[in-house]
């Protein structure tokens, strides 16, 4: 191996340990798992924890982090022993960490690595977490209050890498996907993939609204669309027969307050009424996703929810009904259901909430 060679793997190892701390301290899980070989393993016999393969290591990571009140590490790189395509070396940690039950601290510790070069470049095949110093006494200091997110963080399109990503994810889990240019792209295929003598419902959606798709599925193309047949109905004398339209279309159709990177959609409802034709009483769910809505993962997604999607969709039922909306119910998608197919388009530019 020549001297220029050894001193590019050790700079991209140590890029490797770095990109695994920013990863750990933005909370993003995803992009971390992504940091090991597919067998890698993340081992902490501290705690204990042992993960293997880079969807326990990001399912891990997650319920880890929910615990965090703050938490900051800092990584100074070690020794790095380069042999061909493998590779050892160590990390120093330095962690300061308050957990929302009151337990709280600071540590010293090392991490003893194990290389891989990849095709995608050096990967963790192992990482073993050893403590050397540990104090629990009260910390004196405390995160400051969360600064409000920047409004890009919501607002703006993910890259065509992580939209990639994320269509791979929800493909993965059984989703039927397609990425589109646009919105205008997006009301085309919807017209495709709903027949004009179907019963469509189409929730509701800033998404389907400024997309156009509320208007063409509830016109005369299609007499057999739900909503307005239910505006006409009478909500006391009529229940049972709104029910029943509502949970049993041929196609619903909307969107989600978030989906994540790793294949999540997160659904969110003030009245409910959406869930049952989503959760198998349809035959065909199809959801519209902006590429601002995708997140790492499901923390992320809830303070997107939290954060920006409640305070807009507030401010909208607060104009045209008098009242806040609410999260009333919250369904997480980690597939379709077994009688409804599932099917997301992602569009590459930023539409709805």
Do not use: C
């Not at 589109?180 to 027949?195: G, I, T």
């Not at 294949?263 to 769910?285: D, E, F, H, I, N």
């Amino acid at each position: 191996m020549t001297t220029f060679q050894a001193t590019a793997d050790r700079v991209e190892i140590q890029a490797l340990q770095a990109e695994f701390t920013d990863a750990a301290m933005m909370r993003d899980r995803a992009r971390l798992a992504a940091l090991f070989t597919a067998d890698g393993v993340l081992r902490m016999p501290n705690i204990p924890i042992e993960l293997t393969g880079p969807e326990q290591i990001r399912l891990g990571g997650e319920k880890l982090q929910e615990q965090w009140e703050f938490f900051v590490q800092n990584t100074h790189p070690g020794a790095i022993v380069i042999d061909g395509d493998t590779a050892t070396g160590r990390a120093h940690m330095h962690e300061i960490a308050r957990l929302r039950n009151g337990v709280q601290g600071l540590n010293y510790a090392i991490y003893h690595d194990r290389y891989r070069r990849t095709p995608d470049g050096w990967r963790f095949t192992e990482r073993v977490y050893e403590l050397r110093y540990l104090d629990t006494s009260p910390l004196a200091g405390s995160a400051p209050e969360q600064a409000a997110a920047p409004a890009a963080q919501y607002t703006e399109p993910v890259s065509a890498e992580r939209l990639e990503r994320t269509a791979d994810a929800l493909a993965a889990r059984g989703f039927g996907v397609e990425i589109l240019a646009d919105a205008e792209a997006a009301r085309a295929r919807v017209r495709e993939l709903v027949a004009e003598q179907a019963s469509v419902y189409t929730t509701a959606s800033e998404t389907l609204r400024l997309s156009g798709i509320d208007d063409d599925l509830n016109g005369d193309r299609y007499p057999r669309s739900v909503k307005p047949r239910v505006l006409t109905m009478d909500r006391e004398s009529e229940a049972d027969g709104i029910r029943h339209l509502l949970a049993t279309p041929d196609v619903v159709i909307g969107s989600v307050a978030a989906l994540t990177e790793t294949g999540s959609l997160v659904v969110a409802s003030g009245s409910g009424s959406q869930l049952p034709a989503y959760t198998g009483g349809a035959a065909r769910a199809i959801w519209i996703v902006g590429a601002q809505k995708i997140v790492p993962d499901l923390p992320a997604a809830l303070r997107r929810l939290e954060e920006h999607a409640l305070p807009l969709e507030t401010a909208r039922t607060e104009a045209a009904y008098g009242v806040p909306s609410a999260v009333n119910q919250l369904v997480v998608f980690n597939a379709p259901t077994r009688f409804t197919q599932g099917i997301v388009l992602l569009l590459r530019e930023a539409v709805g909430y």
